[in-house]
């Protein structure tokens, strides 16, 4: 298992790249992940520089060549911007490739979400509520199957909200 830096501009943190060789995911890949989640969380920000490829491949110990992959890839997804002879550039999470990129990642949560909520019986309502205060940041006082009163209580409140 390899690993390397990623030094941050204007930051003291780094962000780390670890690779696998016995993971079965190909380095690339395993690349390619870790920079978009880096970007995704704001580990990384908007126009901050990656390592240039000879770099990344020498302190990773790996092909120039599978660097300019996950390079290309995530030049491809919108993650990053390549410039000839300056170097590869974080782009804005606004732009309209990373909120597809965004918007796909969020289904698929909610998919699991919602297996899940029919798995221990949680009714819809009870998961919106759940979702609205976790979209809001607010704890939620919600700890199981929801009573006839709170369902109630929590739908007349969405219907007062949503003018009907």
């Known amino acids: ?8 501009n204007d ?4 962000m780390k790249l670890i690779i696998s060789s016995v993971s079965g995911k190909p380095i690339y890949e395993q690349i390619k992940q870790q920079i978009r989640a880096a970007v995704l969380s704001g580990e990384l920000a908007p126009g901050e520089t ?7 491949a020498k302190e990773l110990r790996i092909s120039v060549l599978t660097v ?3 390079y290309n890839e995530l030049a491809d997804e919108g993650v990053v911007r390549n410039v000839q002879g300056k170097g590869t550039f ?10 597809e990129q965004l918007s796909q ?7 699991q979400v919602s297996m899940a909520a029919k798995a221990a019986d949680v009714p819809l309502l009870g998961l919106l509520d759940m979702l609205e205060a976790a979209y809001r ?11 006839s009163a709170d369902t109630q209580a929590s739908e007349e409140k969405r219907n007062a909200r949503d003018g009907r």
């Open 1 to 8: 298992m390899q690993s390397c830096c990623i030094q941050q």
């Open 11 to 14: 930051r003291k943190g780094m």
């Open 50 to 56: 990656l390592p240039s490829l000879r770099k990344l």
């Open 68 to 70: 300019t992959r996950a």
């Open 90 to 99: 974080v782009l804005q999470r606004g732009n309209e490739v990373m909120r």
């Open 105 to 111: 990642r969020i289904a698929d949560s909610l998919l």
């Open 137 to 147: 940041d607010e704890p939620t006082p919600y700890g199981g199957g929801a009573s």
